[in-house]
C-alpha cells in the first residue's frame, strides 16, 4: 500500500504540473477565449467520470461546455456526454463539417484520436481541411490515419453511400449534423449507421408546439442562418425530437444558446441522462428572441409538418 500511495501522489504531482503549464500557456494566449488543451480536457473528463462513479449530482450542459473547435460549446458538452457513457468504436459522422477544422467532431478527433468522416459540399473547404490534417498535428496523430475529409453535395439519396464507401456503416458513436438546410431529411435517411449520440442543429425561430421542416429538395440552400439572418432553414426542435422518437433515441439536452441539441439512444446512459423537455431547450433568452423577432419573416414561407 506505501508503495501505491507514493506512485499515486506522484501521478497527482505530474498532473497538476500538466494542469499548471496548460494555464500558463492559456493565460498567455490572447485568442484562448473558452478553450481547452488536451492535457486540461484528458483531466476534466477523469473528474466526470469520478463524479458518475460517486453518485454525486452532475453538472448541467450549460456548466460543462466550452469551444476549441465547435461554434457554441457543443466541444465541451460532447466531452462531458462520452466522459460517462464511454466510447465503443470512437467513430463520428459529420454532415457539412466545413473545413472540418471548426465543427462539432474536430475536437474529438484532434484532442482524443477519433476516427472521422467529414463531409461538406464546398470543394475549397474540403481541400483546406486535408492541409490542415496532413499537419500531424494533436492526438490524431496517434492513429497514424487522419478523418476522411470528401467533397459531396449531400442528399436524402447518397447519404448512406457516402457512410457505408467511407467505412463508417455499422455501429459509431456520434453523428453530428450542422448543414443549415436538409437536416431532417437527411436524418430520416440515414439507416446505415447506428450512432449512440446525434448533435442536430434545429431552429429555434420555430416554436416548441410546431413540429415543421423545410420542404426536401435536393439542391435546398437555406437562407439567413446566422445569428442576424431570418432564418429560413433546417426543422424545429420538436420536429427532430418526434423523428428522434422514431428512431430509438431521447432528447437529452441543448447548448446554451438553444442552437443544438443532443439525442441518445434509449438503451445508452440512461441513468445520467434523461430526457428533457423541448420546451426547456427553446427557454434562453436568445431563443426567445429569436421566435419574436424572426418568425414572423418566415411564418409564410413553405414549411412541413411532420
Not at 38 to 57: N, T, Y
Not at 69 to 80: A, V
Not at 253 to 277: H, I, L, Q, R, Y
Amino acid at each position: 500500500m506505501p508503495g501505491k500511495n507514493k506512485q499515486m501522489k506522484k501521478f497527482l504531482k505530474d498532473w497538476l504540473k500538466v494542469v499548471a503549464r496548460s494555464l500558463q500557456r492559456m493565460a498567455r494566449d490572447e485568442h484562448a477565449e473558452n478553450k481547452l488543451d488536451r492535457q486540461l480536457q484528458i483531466l476534466l473528463s477523469m473528474h466526470f467520470r469520478e463524479l458518475a462513479a460517486s453518485g454525486r449530482s452532475l453538472p448541467t450542459f450549460g456548466e460543462v461546455e466550452f469551444s476549441t473547435c465547435s461554434q457554441n460549446g457543443e466541444d465541451g458538452i460532447l466531452l462531458f456526454i462520452f466522459s460517462i457513457i464511454g466510447t465503443t468504436n470512437k467513430r463520428v459522422v459529420e454532415a457539412a463539417a466545413g473545413d472540418g477544422i471548426e465543427c462539432n467532431a474536430a475536437n474529438l478527433i484532434l484532442n482524443h484520436g477519433w476516427e472521422g468522416l467529414l463531409l461538406d459540399g464546398n470543394a475549397a473547404l474540403i481541400e483546406r481541411g486535408k492541409a490542415f490534417y496532413g499537419q500531424r498535428n494533436n492526438a490524431w496523430r496517434l492513429r497514424r490515419l487522419p478523418p476522411a475529409l470528401i467533397h459531396a453535395w449531400i442528399d436524402r439519396d447518397n447519404i448512406d453511400e457516402l457512410i457505408g464507401s467511407h467505412g463508417m456503416a455499422g455501429p459509431i458513436d456520434l453523428l453530428s449534423l450542422d448543414m443549415d438546410g436538409i437536416d431532417f431529411w437527411i436524418w430520416k435517411a440515414i439507416q446505415s449507421a447506428q450512432p449512440r449520440v446525434v448533435v442536430v442543429e434545429y431552429n429555434n425561430r420555430w416554436s416548441s408546439d410546431q413540429s415543421l421542416t423545410v420542404p426536401y429538395a435536393r439542391d435546398f440552400v437555406g437562407k439567413g442562418a446566422s445569428v442576424d439572418g431570418e432564418g429560413y432553414f433546417g426543422a424545429s426542435l420538436k420536429a427532430f425530437t418526434c423523428l428522434a422518437k422514431e428512431k430509438g433515441y431521447r432528447l437529452i439536452g441543448a447548448n446554451s444558446p438553444n442552437t443544438n441539441a443532443f439525442f441518445m439512444k434509449d438503451d445508452v446512459g440512461v441513468d445520467n441522462f434523461p430526457e428533457v423537455s423541448v420546451e426547456s431547450c427553446l427557454a434562453s433568452a436568445y431563443a426567445i428572441h429569436q421566435h419574436a423577432t424572426k418568425y414572423p419573416l418566415i411564418k409564410n414561407l413553405p414549411v412541413i409538418e411532420v
